[in-house]
């Protein structure tokens, strides 16, 4: 009998179907979470956020003694979160401080605790750490153009039915130019009538850069089935190229980050698994403007760019990704190499990440010495 092959780097077989999990994710809206405990599910996890004295805590949603959700508890005394079934009670750290049911001589406080998760809130939106190491700094996961207070994000979450891999490849092969074709966003544009596309690793080593390498004519011809497209004369105008000081950059990070500039207005599509068939995309729009610029920007965004971009160019691919048997033979080709480096890159950080695992197990967290 053949013993089984290893998944080769940078096949589907060796990607993390729940997500990689050393890294801050976006959760919720902070104006979703008060003092009543929200559920939310991700990376697998079942997760309740509830708001104490201001700050928002993250514990995982089932009470050990019947596993009854938390997030179905109140909050019966400050700092903490009470199971609705028999009263025990959690601090925000997650550990046991009552049994209400067994009365105040109850030997479970101090002796069971769920876990807790750290939290932050930045532009009105929550972030949670799901990792088993200590927390790396937000800046190191979270760009820069959503952590800074001076420009005006809006934020935009949808559901996809899919997994979180497909919400991420499509940046980096040369889709735009066929699925978004007709698109109000590129309606009036020249667009090639093919591309290829070029990529290289940030210099951090956690992210591709993508570029188109070489783009066709408006119109080309092809021997076996004549011109492509058809017709072009009512596209004008060129795609603009970044000027000076405005964002150049299109790439994709990890844990599953994609980063487009538009100008001066930077794209944000973050994808978040929550189980292997469903993700949850957080799509942020960031740009600096202030005054009256940003008073015209906030309508301009309201009633036409959020319908042009986020309901019907980014709507386009939610159909792709939702379409797509993410699980059926490929037969990948010249324009999929950003395609093969990305997951190579998200096998490579679930490999570290499993052998992180595998050593806290055998050894315990914290007791490795000099390497």
């Known amino acids: 009998m053949n013993a089984p092959q290893q998944a ?27 003092k009543k405990p929200v559920p939310i599910k991700m990376l697998g996890e079942e997760i309740a956020f509830f708001r104490d004295d201001g700050k928002v805590y993250a514990l995982y949603n089932r009470c050990p003694h019947r596993g009854l959700p938390l997030s179905c508890g109140r909050r019966e005394f400050p700092g903490t979160l009470t199971c609705l079934y028999h009263g025990w009670t959690f ?18 406080p101090g002796r069971v605790k769920v876990r807790s998760y750290p939290t932050a809130e930045i532009n009105g939106v929550i972030f949670v750490y799901m990792g088993n190491k200590e927390p790396r700094p937000l800046e190191e996961d979270i760009p820069e153009e959503l952590m ?25 092969d040369s889709h735009d130019i066929f699925v978004h074709r007709r698109s109000l966003f590129y ?23 993508i570029r188109y390498d070489k783009m066709g004519p408006a119109q080309a011809e092809y021997e076996t089935v004549g011109k492509y497209p058809r017709q072009v004369w009512w596209r004008r105008f060129k795609i603009n190229s970044p000027r000076p000081g405005q964002y150049p950059k299109t790439e994709l990070r990890l844990p599953g980050v994609v980063r487009i500039g538009f100008s001066d207005l930077m794209y944000v599509r973050w994808a ?25 920007y906030r309508l301009y965004y309201a009633f036409i760019a959020s319908w042009i971009f986020l309901r019907f160019f980014i709507g386009q691919d939610k159909i792709v990704f939702e379409k797509q048997d993410y699980s059926a033979p490929e037969r990948l080709s010249q324009t999929d190499t950003g395609v093969i480096r990305w997951r190579r890159l998200v096998a490579e950080a679930a490999r570290q990440e499993a052998g992180d695992d595998a050593i806290e197990a055998k050894f315990g967290a914290g007791q490795l010495v000099n390497g």
């Open 8 to 34: 080769l780097p940078g096949s589907k077989a060796a990607l993390p179907t729940l997500g990689l999990r050393e890294f801050w994710y976006p959760a919720l809206l902070s104006k979703k979470v008060g």
């Open 91 to 108: 601090n925000t750290a997650g550990e046991c401080v009552a049994a209400l049911n067994e009365g105040p001589q109850s030997s479970i």
């Open 148 to 172: 800074t207070t001076s420009n005006i994000v809006h934020t935009h979450i949808e559901e996809w039915n899919c997994s979180w891999m497909p919400a991420l490849e499509n940046l980096q």
């Open 187 to 209: 309606l009036f544009r020249k667009l090639p009538s093919w591309a290829t596309v070029g990529v290289s690793l940030t210099d951090d080593g956690r992210g591709v850069d």
């Open 272 to 296: 978040v698994p929550v189980d292997a068939d469903h993700v949850r995309a957080f799509l942020f729009t960031s740009r600096h403007a202030t005054g009256l610029n940003g008073f015209v």
